[in-house]
């Protein structure tokens, strides 16, 4: 049986890159690993189910005579080495296509929020919208410095992708330095002849203090689709509600309360 299942290990894995990618993705060591395929030893009942789940097979078909699994493997339906990425770009294609013209939006904007780990402090951070090939793109990058000091104590930058559905505008992001935060932004569109701001809620979690995640409103401030960067980029930082640092129609938009009566956090339509 060890023998049987060594050799359909290995045949399964054919179907890969590598055996590095195989171990990478099953989370199992690589010289533990070796030592299936050389048949010097079983996995254990919970590794054995995690190498079936992967490659879609049971325990007992992986135990199968060489001759007889061979051919049920060849009998099913292999997919491209890709499967795992074009089914993500399926879905975002999916939403690219329902989104509507996002062409008004494209520029600089200043980003206001109250910090998901820095209690009671706003963020003050610089994002971009652009086309490119037809699709709309989103970058966003946060200071967390003391504007009175200039003290730094923190870099994130963020990228992702923007979409126009149903008269809201959504946006999500990730953390692109660690890859470890996922922000999910729904703001309402501008229906003014001049774009000035757009108003919405996030959702998210702080970075690196604690993983509680959280929500909290937003405004973007449109800077327009030619700025001085790195004069922007002087004023990002973290601001104290009564530093008079952040403008007090600002700061009435993105104060986190419930509404009596209201049993979400939501955001009036301007």
């Known amino acids: 049986m060890t023998e049987n ?3 359909n290990l290995a045949l399964l894995c054919s179907y890969h890159p590598s055996i590095a990618e ?24 919970s590794n054995m189910r995690k ?5 879609g097979v049971t325990e007992g078909e992986i135990l199968q005579d060489r001759e007889i699994f061979e051919e049920m493997v060849a009998l099913r339906p292999r997919t491209a080495p890709n499967t795992e990425g074009s089914r993500a770009l399926l879905h975002l294609e999916k939403l690219y296509e329902a989104s509507q013209n996002l062409d008004k939006y494209v520029g600089y904007y200043f980003r206001y929020f109250y910090s998901f780990g820095n209690a009671g402090m706003i963020i003050r951070s ?29 870099l994130n930058k963020y990228e992702g992708t923007i979409f126009y559905l149903a008269d809201r505008i959504y946006v999500m992001e990730y953390e692109i330095l660690e890859r470890i935060s ?22 998210g979690g702080p ?7 959280g929500a909290s409103r ?3 401030e449109y800077l327009g689709r030619s700025i001085h960067v790195r004069q922007a980029l002087s004023r990002l930082g ?14 009435a938009l993105i104060e986190n309360k419930i509404s009596p009566g209201s049993h979400v956090l939501d955001v009036d339509e301007p």
């Open 126 to 154: 610089l994002a971009v919208i652009w086309r490119e090939d037809g699709r709309y793109y989103w970058k966003n990058i946060e200071i967390l410095r003391d504007p009175e000091t200039g003290r730094a104590t923190g």
């Open 238 to 251: 973290l601001y104290s509600p009564a530093s008079g640092g952040i403008r007090a129609d600002i700061m």
């Open 5 to 7: 299942f060594a050799g």
């Open 22 to 45: 195989v171990c990478r993705k099953l989370s199992i060591n690589r010289q533990q690993f070796n030592r299936y395929l050389s048949g010097q030893t079983r996995p254990s009942r």
């Open 51 to 55: 190498i079936c789940d992967f490659f």
């Open 182 to 203: 996922i922000t999910q932004m729904t703001l309402y569109p501008s229906h003014r002849v001049r774009l000035d701001r757009l108003v919405g809620v996030q959702t």
């Open 207 to 213: 970075t690196r203090r604690g993983r509680k995640p």
């Open 218 to 220: 937003v405004v973007l």
